[in-house]
Structure formats: C-alpha cells, structure tokens
C-alpha cells in the first residue's frame, strides 16, 4: 500500500460537502481474507458525534433505514428514495451518512445529491462495503456489522477529530508495519449494529486501556453512561488477537460477531 500516512483533512476527515449543514455536523465476503496487501488508507480520523449516532433520522425512522440498506449506494438510488431523501432534511441524518458512505466506499467513489438547493457530497475513503456502491447492491447483515463498527470505532464524545488506525479481519482494514510502529497503543474493539430498529452499540476495552474516555468521555476507567455498552476487558469477551493486535468474534448481546474493528492511537 502506498502513503499509508496521508491523511484527508477535509472536514470530519471524510471529504463530506456540507454547504447548508449547522455546525457541518453467513458467508464471509472475500474482503474479509485476513492478510494481503488493503488497498484503503487506514490511518483516519474520527468525529462521529454521539447526537447524530442515536438521534438522527436513520436512527429513529425503520422505513428510511431499510429504503437506506435494501438499495444501492449510489446517487441515483439515493435521491430516488422519497424515504432517504426525507431523511436527510435531519442535519444528524446526513452526518451519519457521511459516516456510512466513508466507512462502506472506497476512496474516489461518492454519493451526490441534491436537497432544497443545496448539493451534499458522501465521499467514500475506507472501503468496507464497496459492492454496495454497485448497481444493484445493497448492504446485508454482514456489510451493516463492519459499517456499524467502523462507525461505532470513529464516534467522539466531544466531536473531535483524533487520528485512528482500525484494524480488524478484512483487508480494507490490513495494516503494515509502519503503521503498527507509530499506532502502538491498542484502545479498544468496537462491533454492533446500527441498522437494527433498537441499534446494537457494544465495545471492549484493551485490557489496562483508558483510552475509551474518547468515546465515552470521563476517565476512560468508569464507563457508566457510555454511549456505547462497554462489555469489559476484551481479553474476556473475544477471541485471541491476532498478528496485527485486533480483536475478533467479540461476544455482546448473545451473539458472537466477527465484524469487529479494533482501534489503535499514536
């Protein structure tokens, strides 16, 4: 992978036109070989607000979500819904979709639309879901839980932007040594699903790690009140790490995903 460094520094990191936005606010896919070389830059930033996380409109409305998920990520799709198109009149809605479209798109691929005057752009960088930018795609169980713990892994607790390195089994998120090198400090692993009528949002954290106070906010040792459910070590709620640190098949809610992206810090 070439300049694994360079980081976009367009607003929230994710290249997101925001003229008219306040304050800017089964199987597995063969992506998902462990090894390889990732054609994505995984070194991103984050500031994924907790407000647009559970109170935007594709967290409250089921039909825009669905209209959302059952079809193609594209423009054409997009402002062919009258369901996601009313969706995005939210403010909180369209900065979740900033998130969904930079965490499922892979870089130079984007989601253009029209709304009351004003033109938004959804650019793509990391590359979890790029089938779903395909005609005819959409985004299955599988692609909605690496988009819900990309995004769950890039919220702030005050909206601000921190460099990440994401790791996780799926080559979009491969890492090399280089980045292993200056991302030492291992946070926490974050996996759920925000496409569910009740959205799952679960972590563990790195065991002897405070470094989930940037989601959660206080101390980073008492997570009570998180907006996410903060299961304990993950030492005890996940499969061994493997070669480059991550965390995967993280057990929350009964269930054992392996959708899970883990979090480094410089």
Same mark, same amino acid.
């Given at each position: 992978?070439?300049?694994?460094?360079?980081?976009?520094?367009?607003?929230?990191?994710?290249?997101?036109?925001?003229?008219?936005?306040?304050?800017?606010?089964?199987?597995?896919?063969?992506?998902?070989?462990?090894?390889?070389?990732?054609?994505?830059?995984?070194?991103?930033?984050?500031?994924?607000?907790?407000?647009?996380?559970?109170?935007?409109?594709?967290?409250?409305?089921?039909?825009?979500?669905?209209?959302?998920?059952?079809? +193609? #990520?594209?423009?054409?799709?997009?402002?062919?819904?009258? @369901?996601?198109?009313? *969706?995005? =009149? &939210?403010?909180?809605? !369209?900065?979740?979709?900033?998130?969904?479209?930079?965490?499922?798109?892979?870089?130079?691929?984007?989601?253009?639309?029209?709304?009351?005057?004003?033109?938004?752009?959804?650019?793509?960088?990391?590359?979890?879901?790029?089938?779903?930018?395909?005609?005819?795609?959409?985004?299955?169980?599988?692609?909605?839980?690496?988009?819900?713990?990309?995004?769950?892994?890039?919220?702030?607790?005050?909206?601000?932007?921190? +460099? #990440?390195?994401?790791?996780?089994?799926?080559?979009?998120? @491969?890492?090399?040594? *280089?980045? =292993? &090198?200056?991302?030492? !400090?291992?946070?926490?692993?974050?996996?759920?699903?925000?496409?569910?009528?009740?959205?799952?949002?679960?972590?563990?954290?790195?065991?002897?790690?405070?470094?989930?106070?940037?989601?959660?906010?206080?101390?980073?040792?008492?997570?009570?009140?998180?907006?996410?459910?903060?299961?304990?070590?993950?030492?005890?709620?996940?499969?061994?790490?493997?070669?480059?640190?991550?965390?995967?098949?993280?057990?929350?809610?009964?269930?054992?995903?392996?959708?899970?992206?883990?979090?480094?810090?410089?």
């Amino acid at each position: 992978m070439q300049d694994r460094f360079k980081l976009a520094i367009s607003f929230l990191g994710l290249g997101l036109s925001c003229v008219g936005l306040p304050a800017c606010s089964g199987e597995a896919d063969p992506l998902e070989a462990a090894g390889g070389t990732a054609e994505q830059e995984m070194v991103t930033r984050n500031a994924f607000t907790k407000e647009s996380l559970v109170e935007s409109a594709f967290a409250t409305d089921t039909l825009a979500t669905e209209a959302l998920t059952g079809n +193609p #990520l594209t423009s054409d799709a997009v402002a062919s819904s009258s @369901d996601v198109m009313r *969706a995005l =009149r &939210d403010p909180l809605a !369209r900065e979740f979709l900033t998130y969904v479209a930079s965490c499922a798109l892979p870089e130079g691929q984007s989601v253009q639309v029209s709304l009351d005057g004003e033109t938004y752009t959804f650019g793509g960088s990391i590359g979890l879901s790029p089938e779903w930018g395909r005609a005819h795609g959409q985004c299955n169980a599988r692609c909605q839980g690496w988009l819900s713990a990309c995004m769950l892994a890039r919220i702030n607790h005050v909206g601000e932007s921190v +460099p #990440l390195s994401m790791r996780g089994k799926h080559k979009a998120l @491969d890492s090399d040594q *280089a980045e =292993r &090198d200056a991302f030492p !400090r291992r946070e926490a692993a974050y996996f759920g699903d925000l496409f569910a009528p009740e959205q799952r949002r679960f972590a563990c954290k790195s065991p002897g790690s405070t470094l989930i106070s940037r989601v959660c906010g206080g101390t980073g040792v008492d997570t009570q009140g998180c907006i996410v459910d903060v299961l304990g070590d993950c030492d005890d709620i996940c499969g061994a790490p493997t070669s480059d640190g991550s965390f995967p098949n993280c057990v929350g809610g009964g269930h054992t995903t392996p959708t899970t992206v883990t979090v480094f810090r410089e």
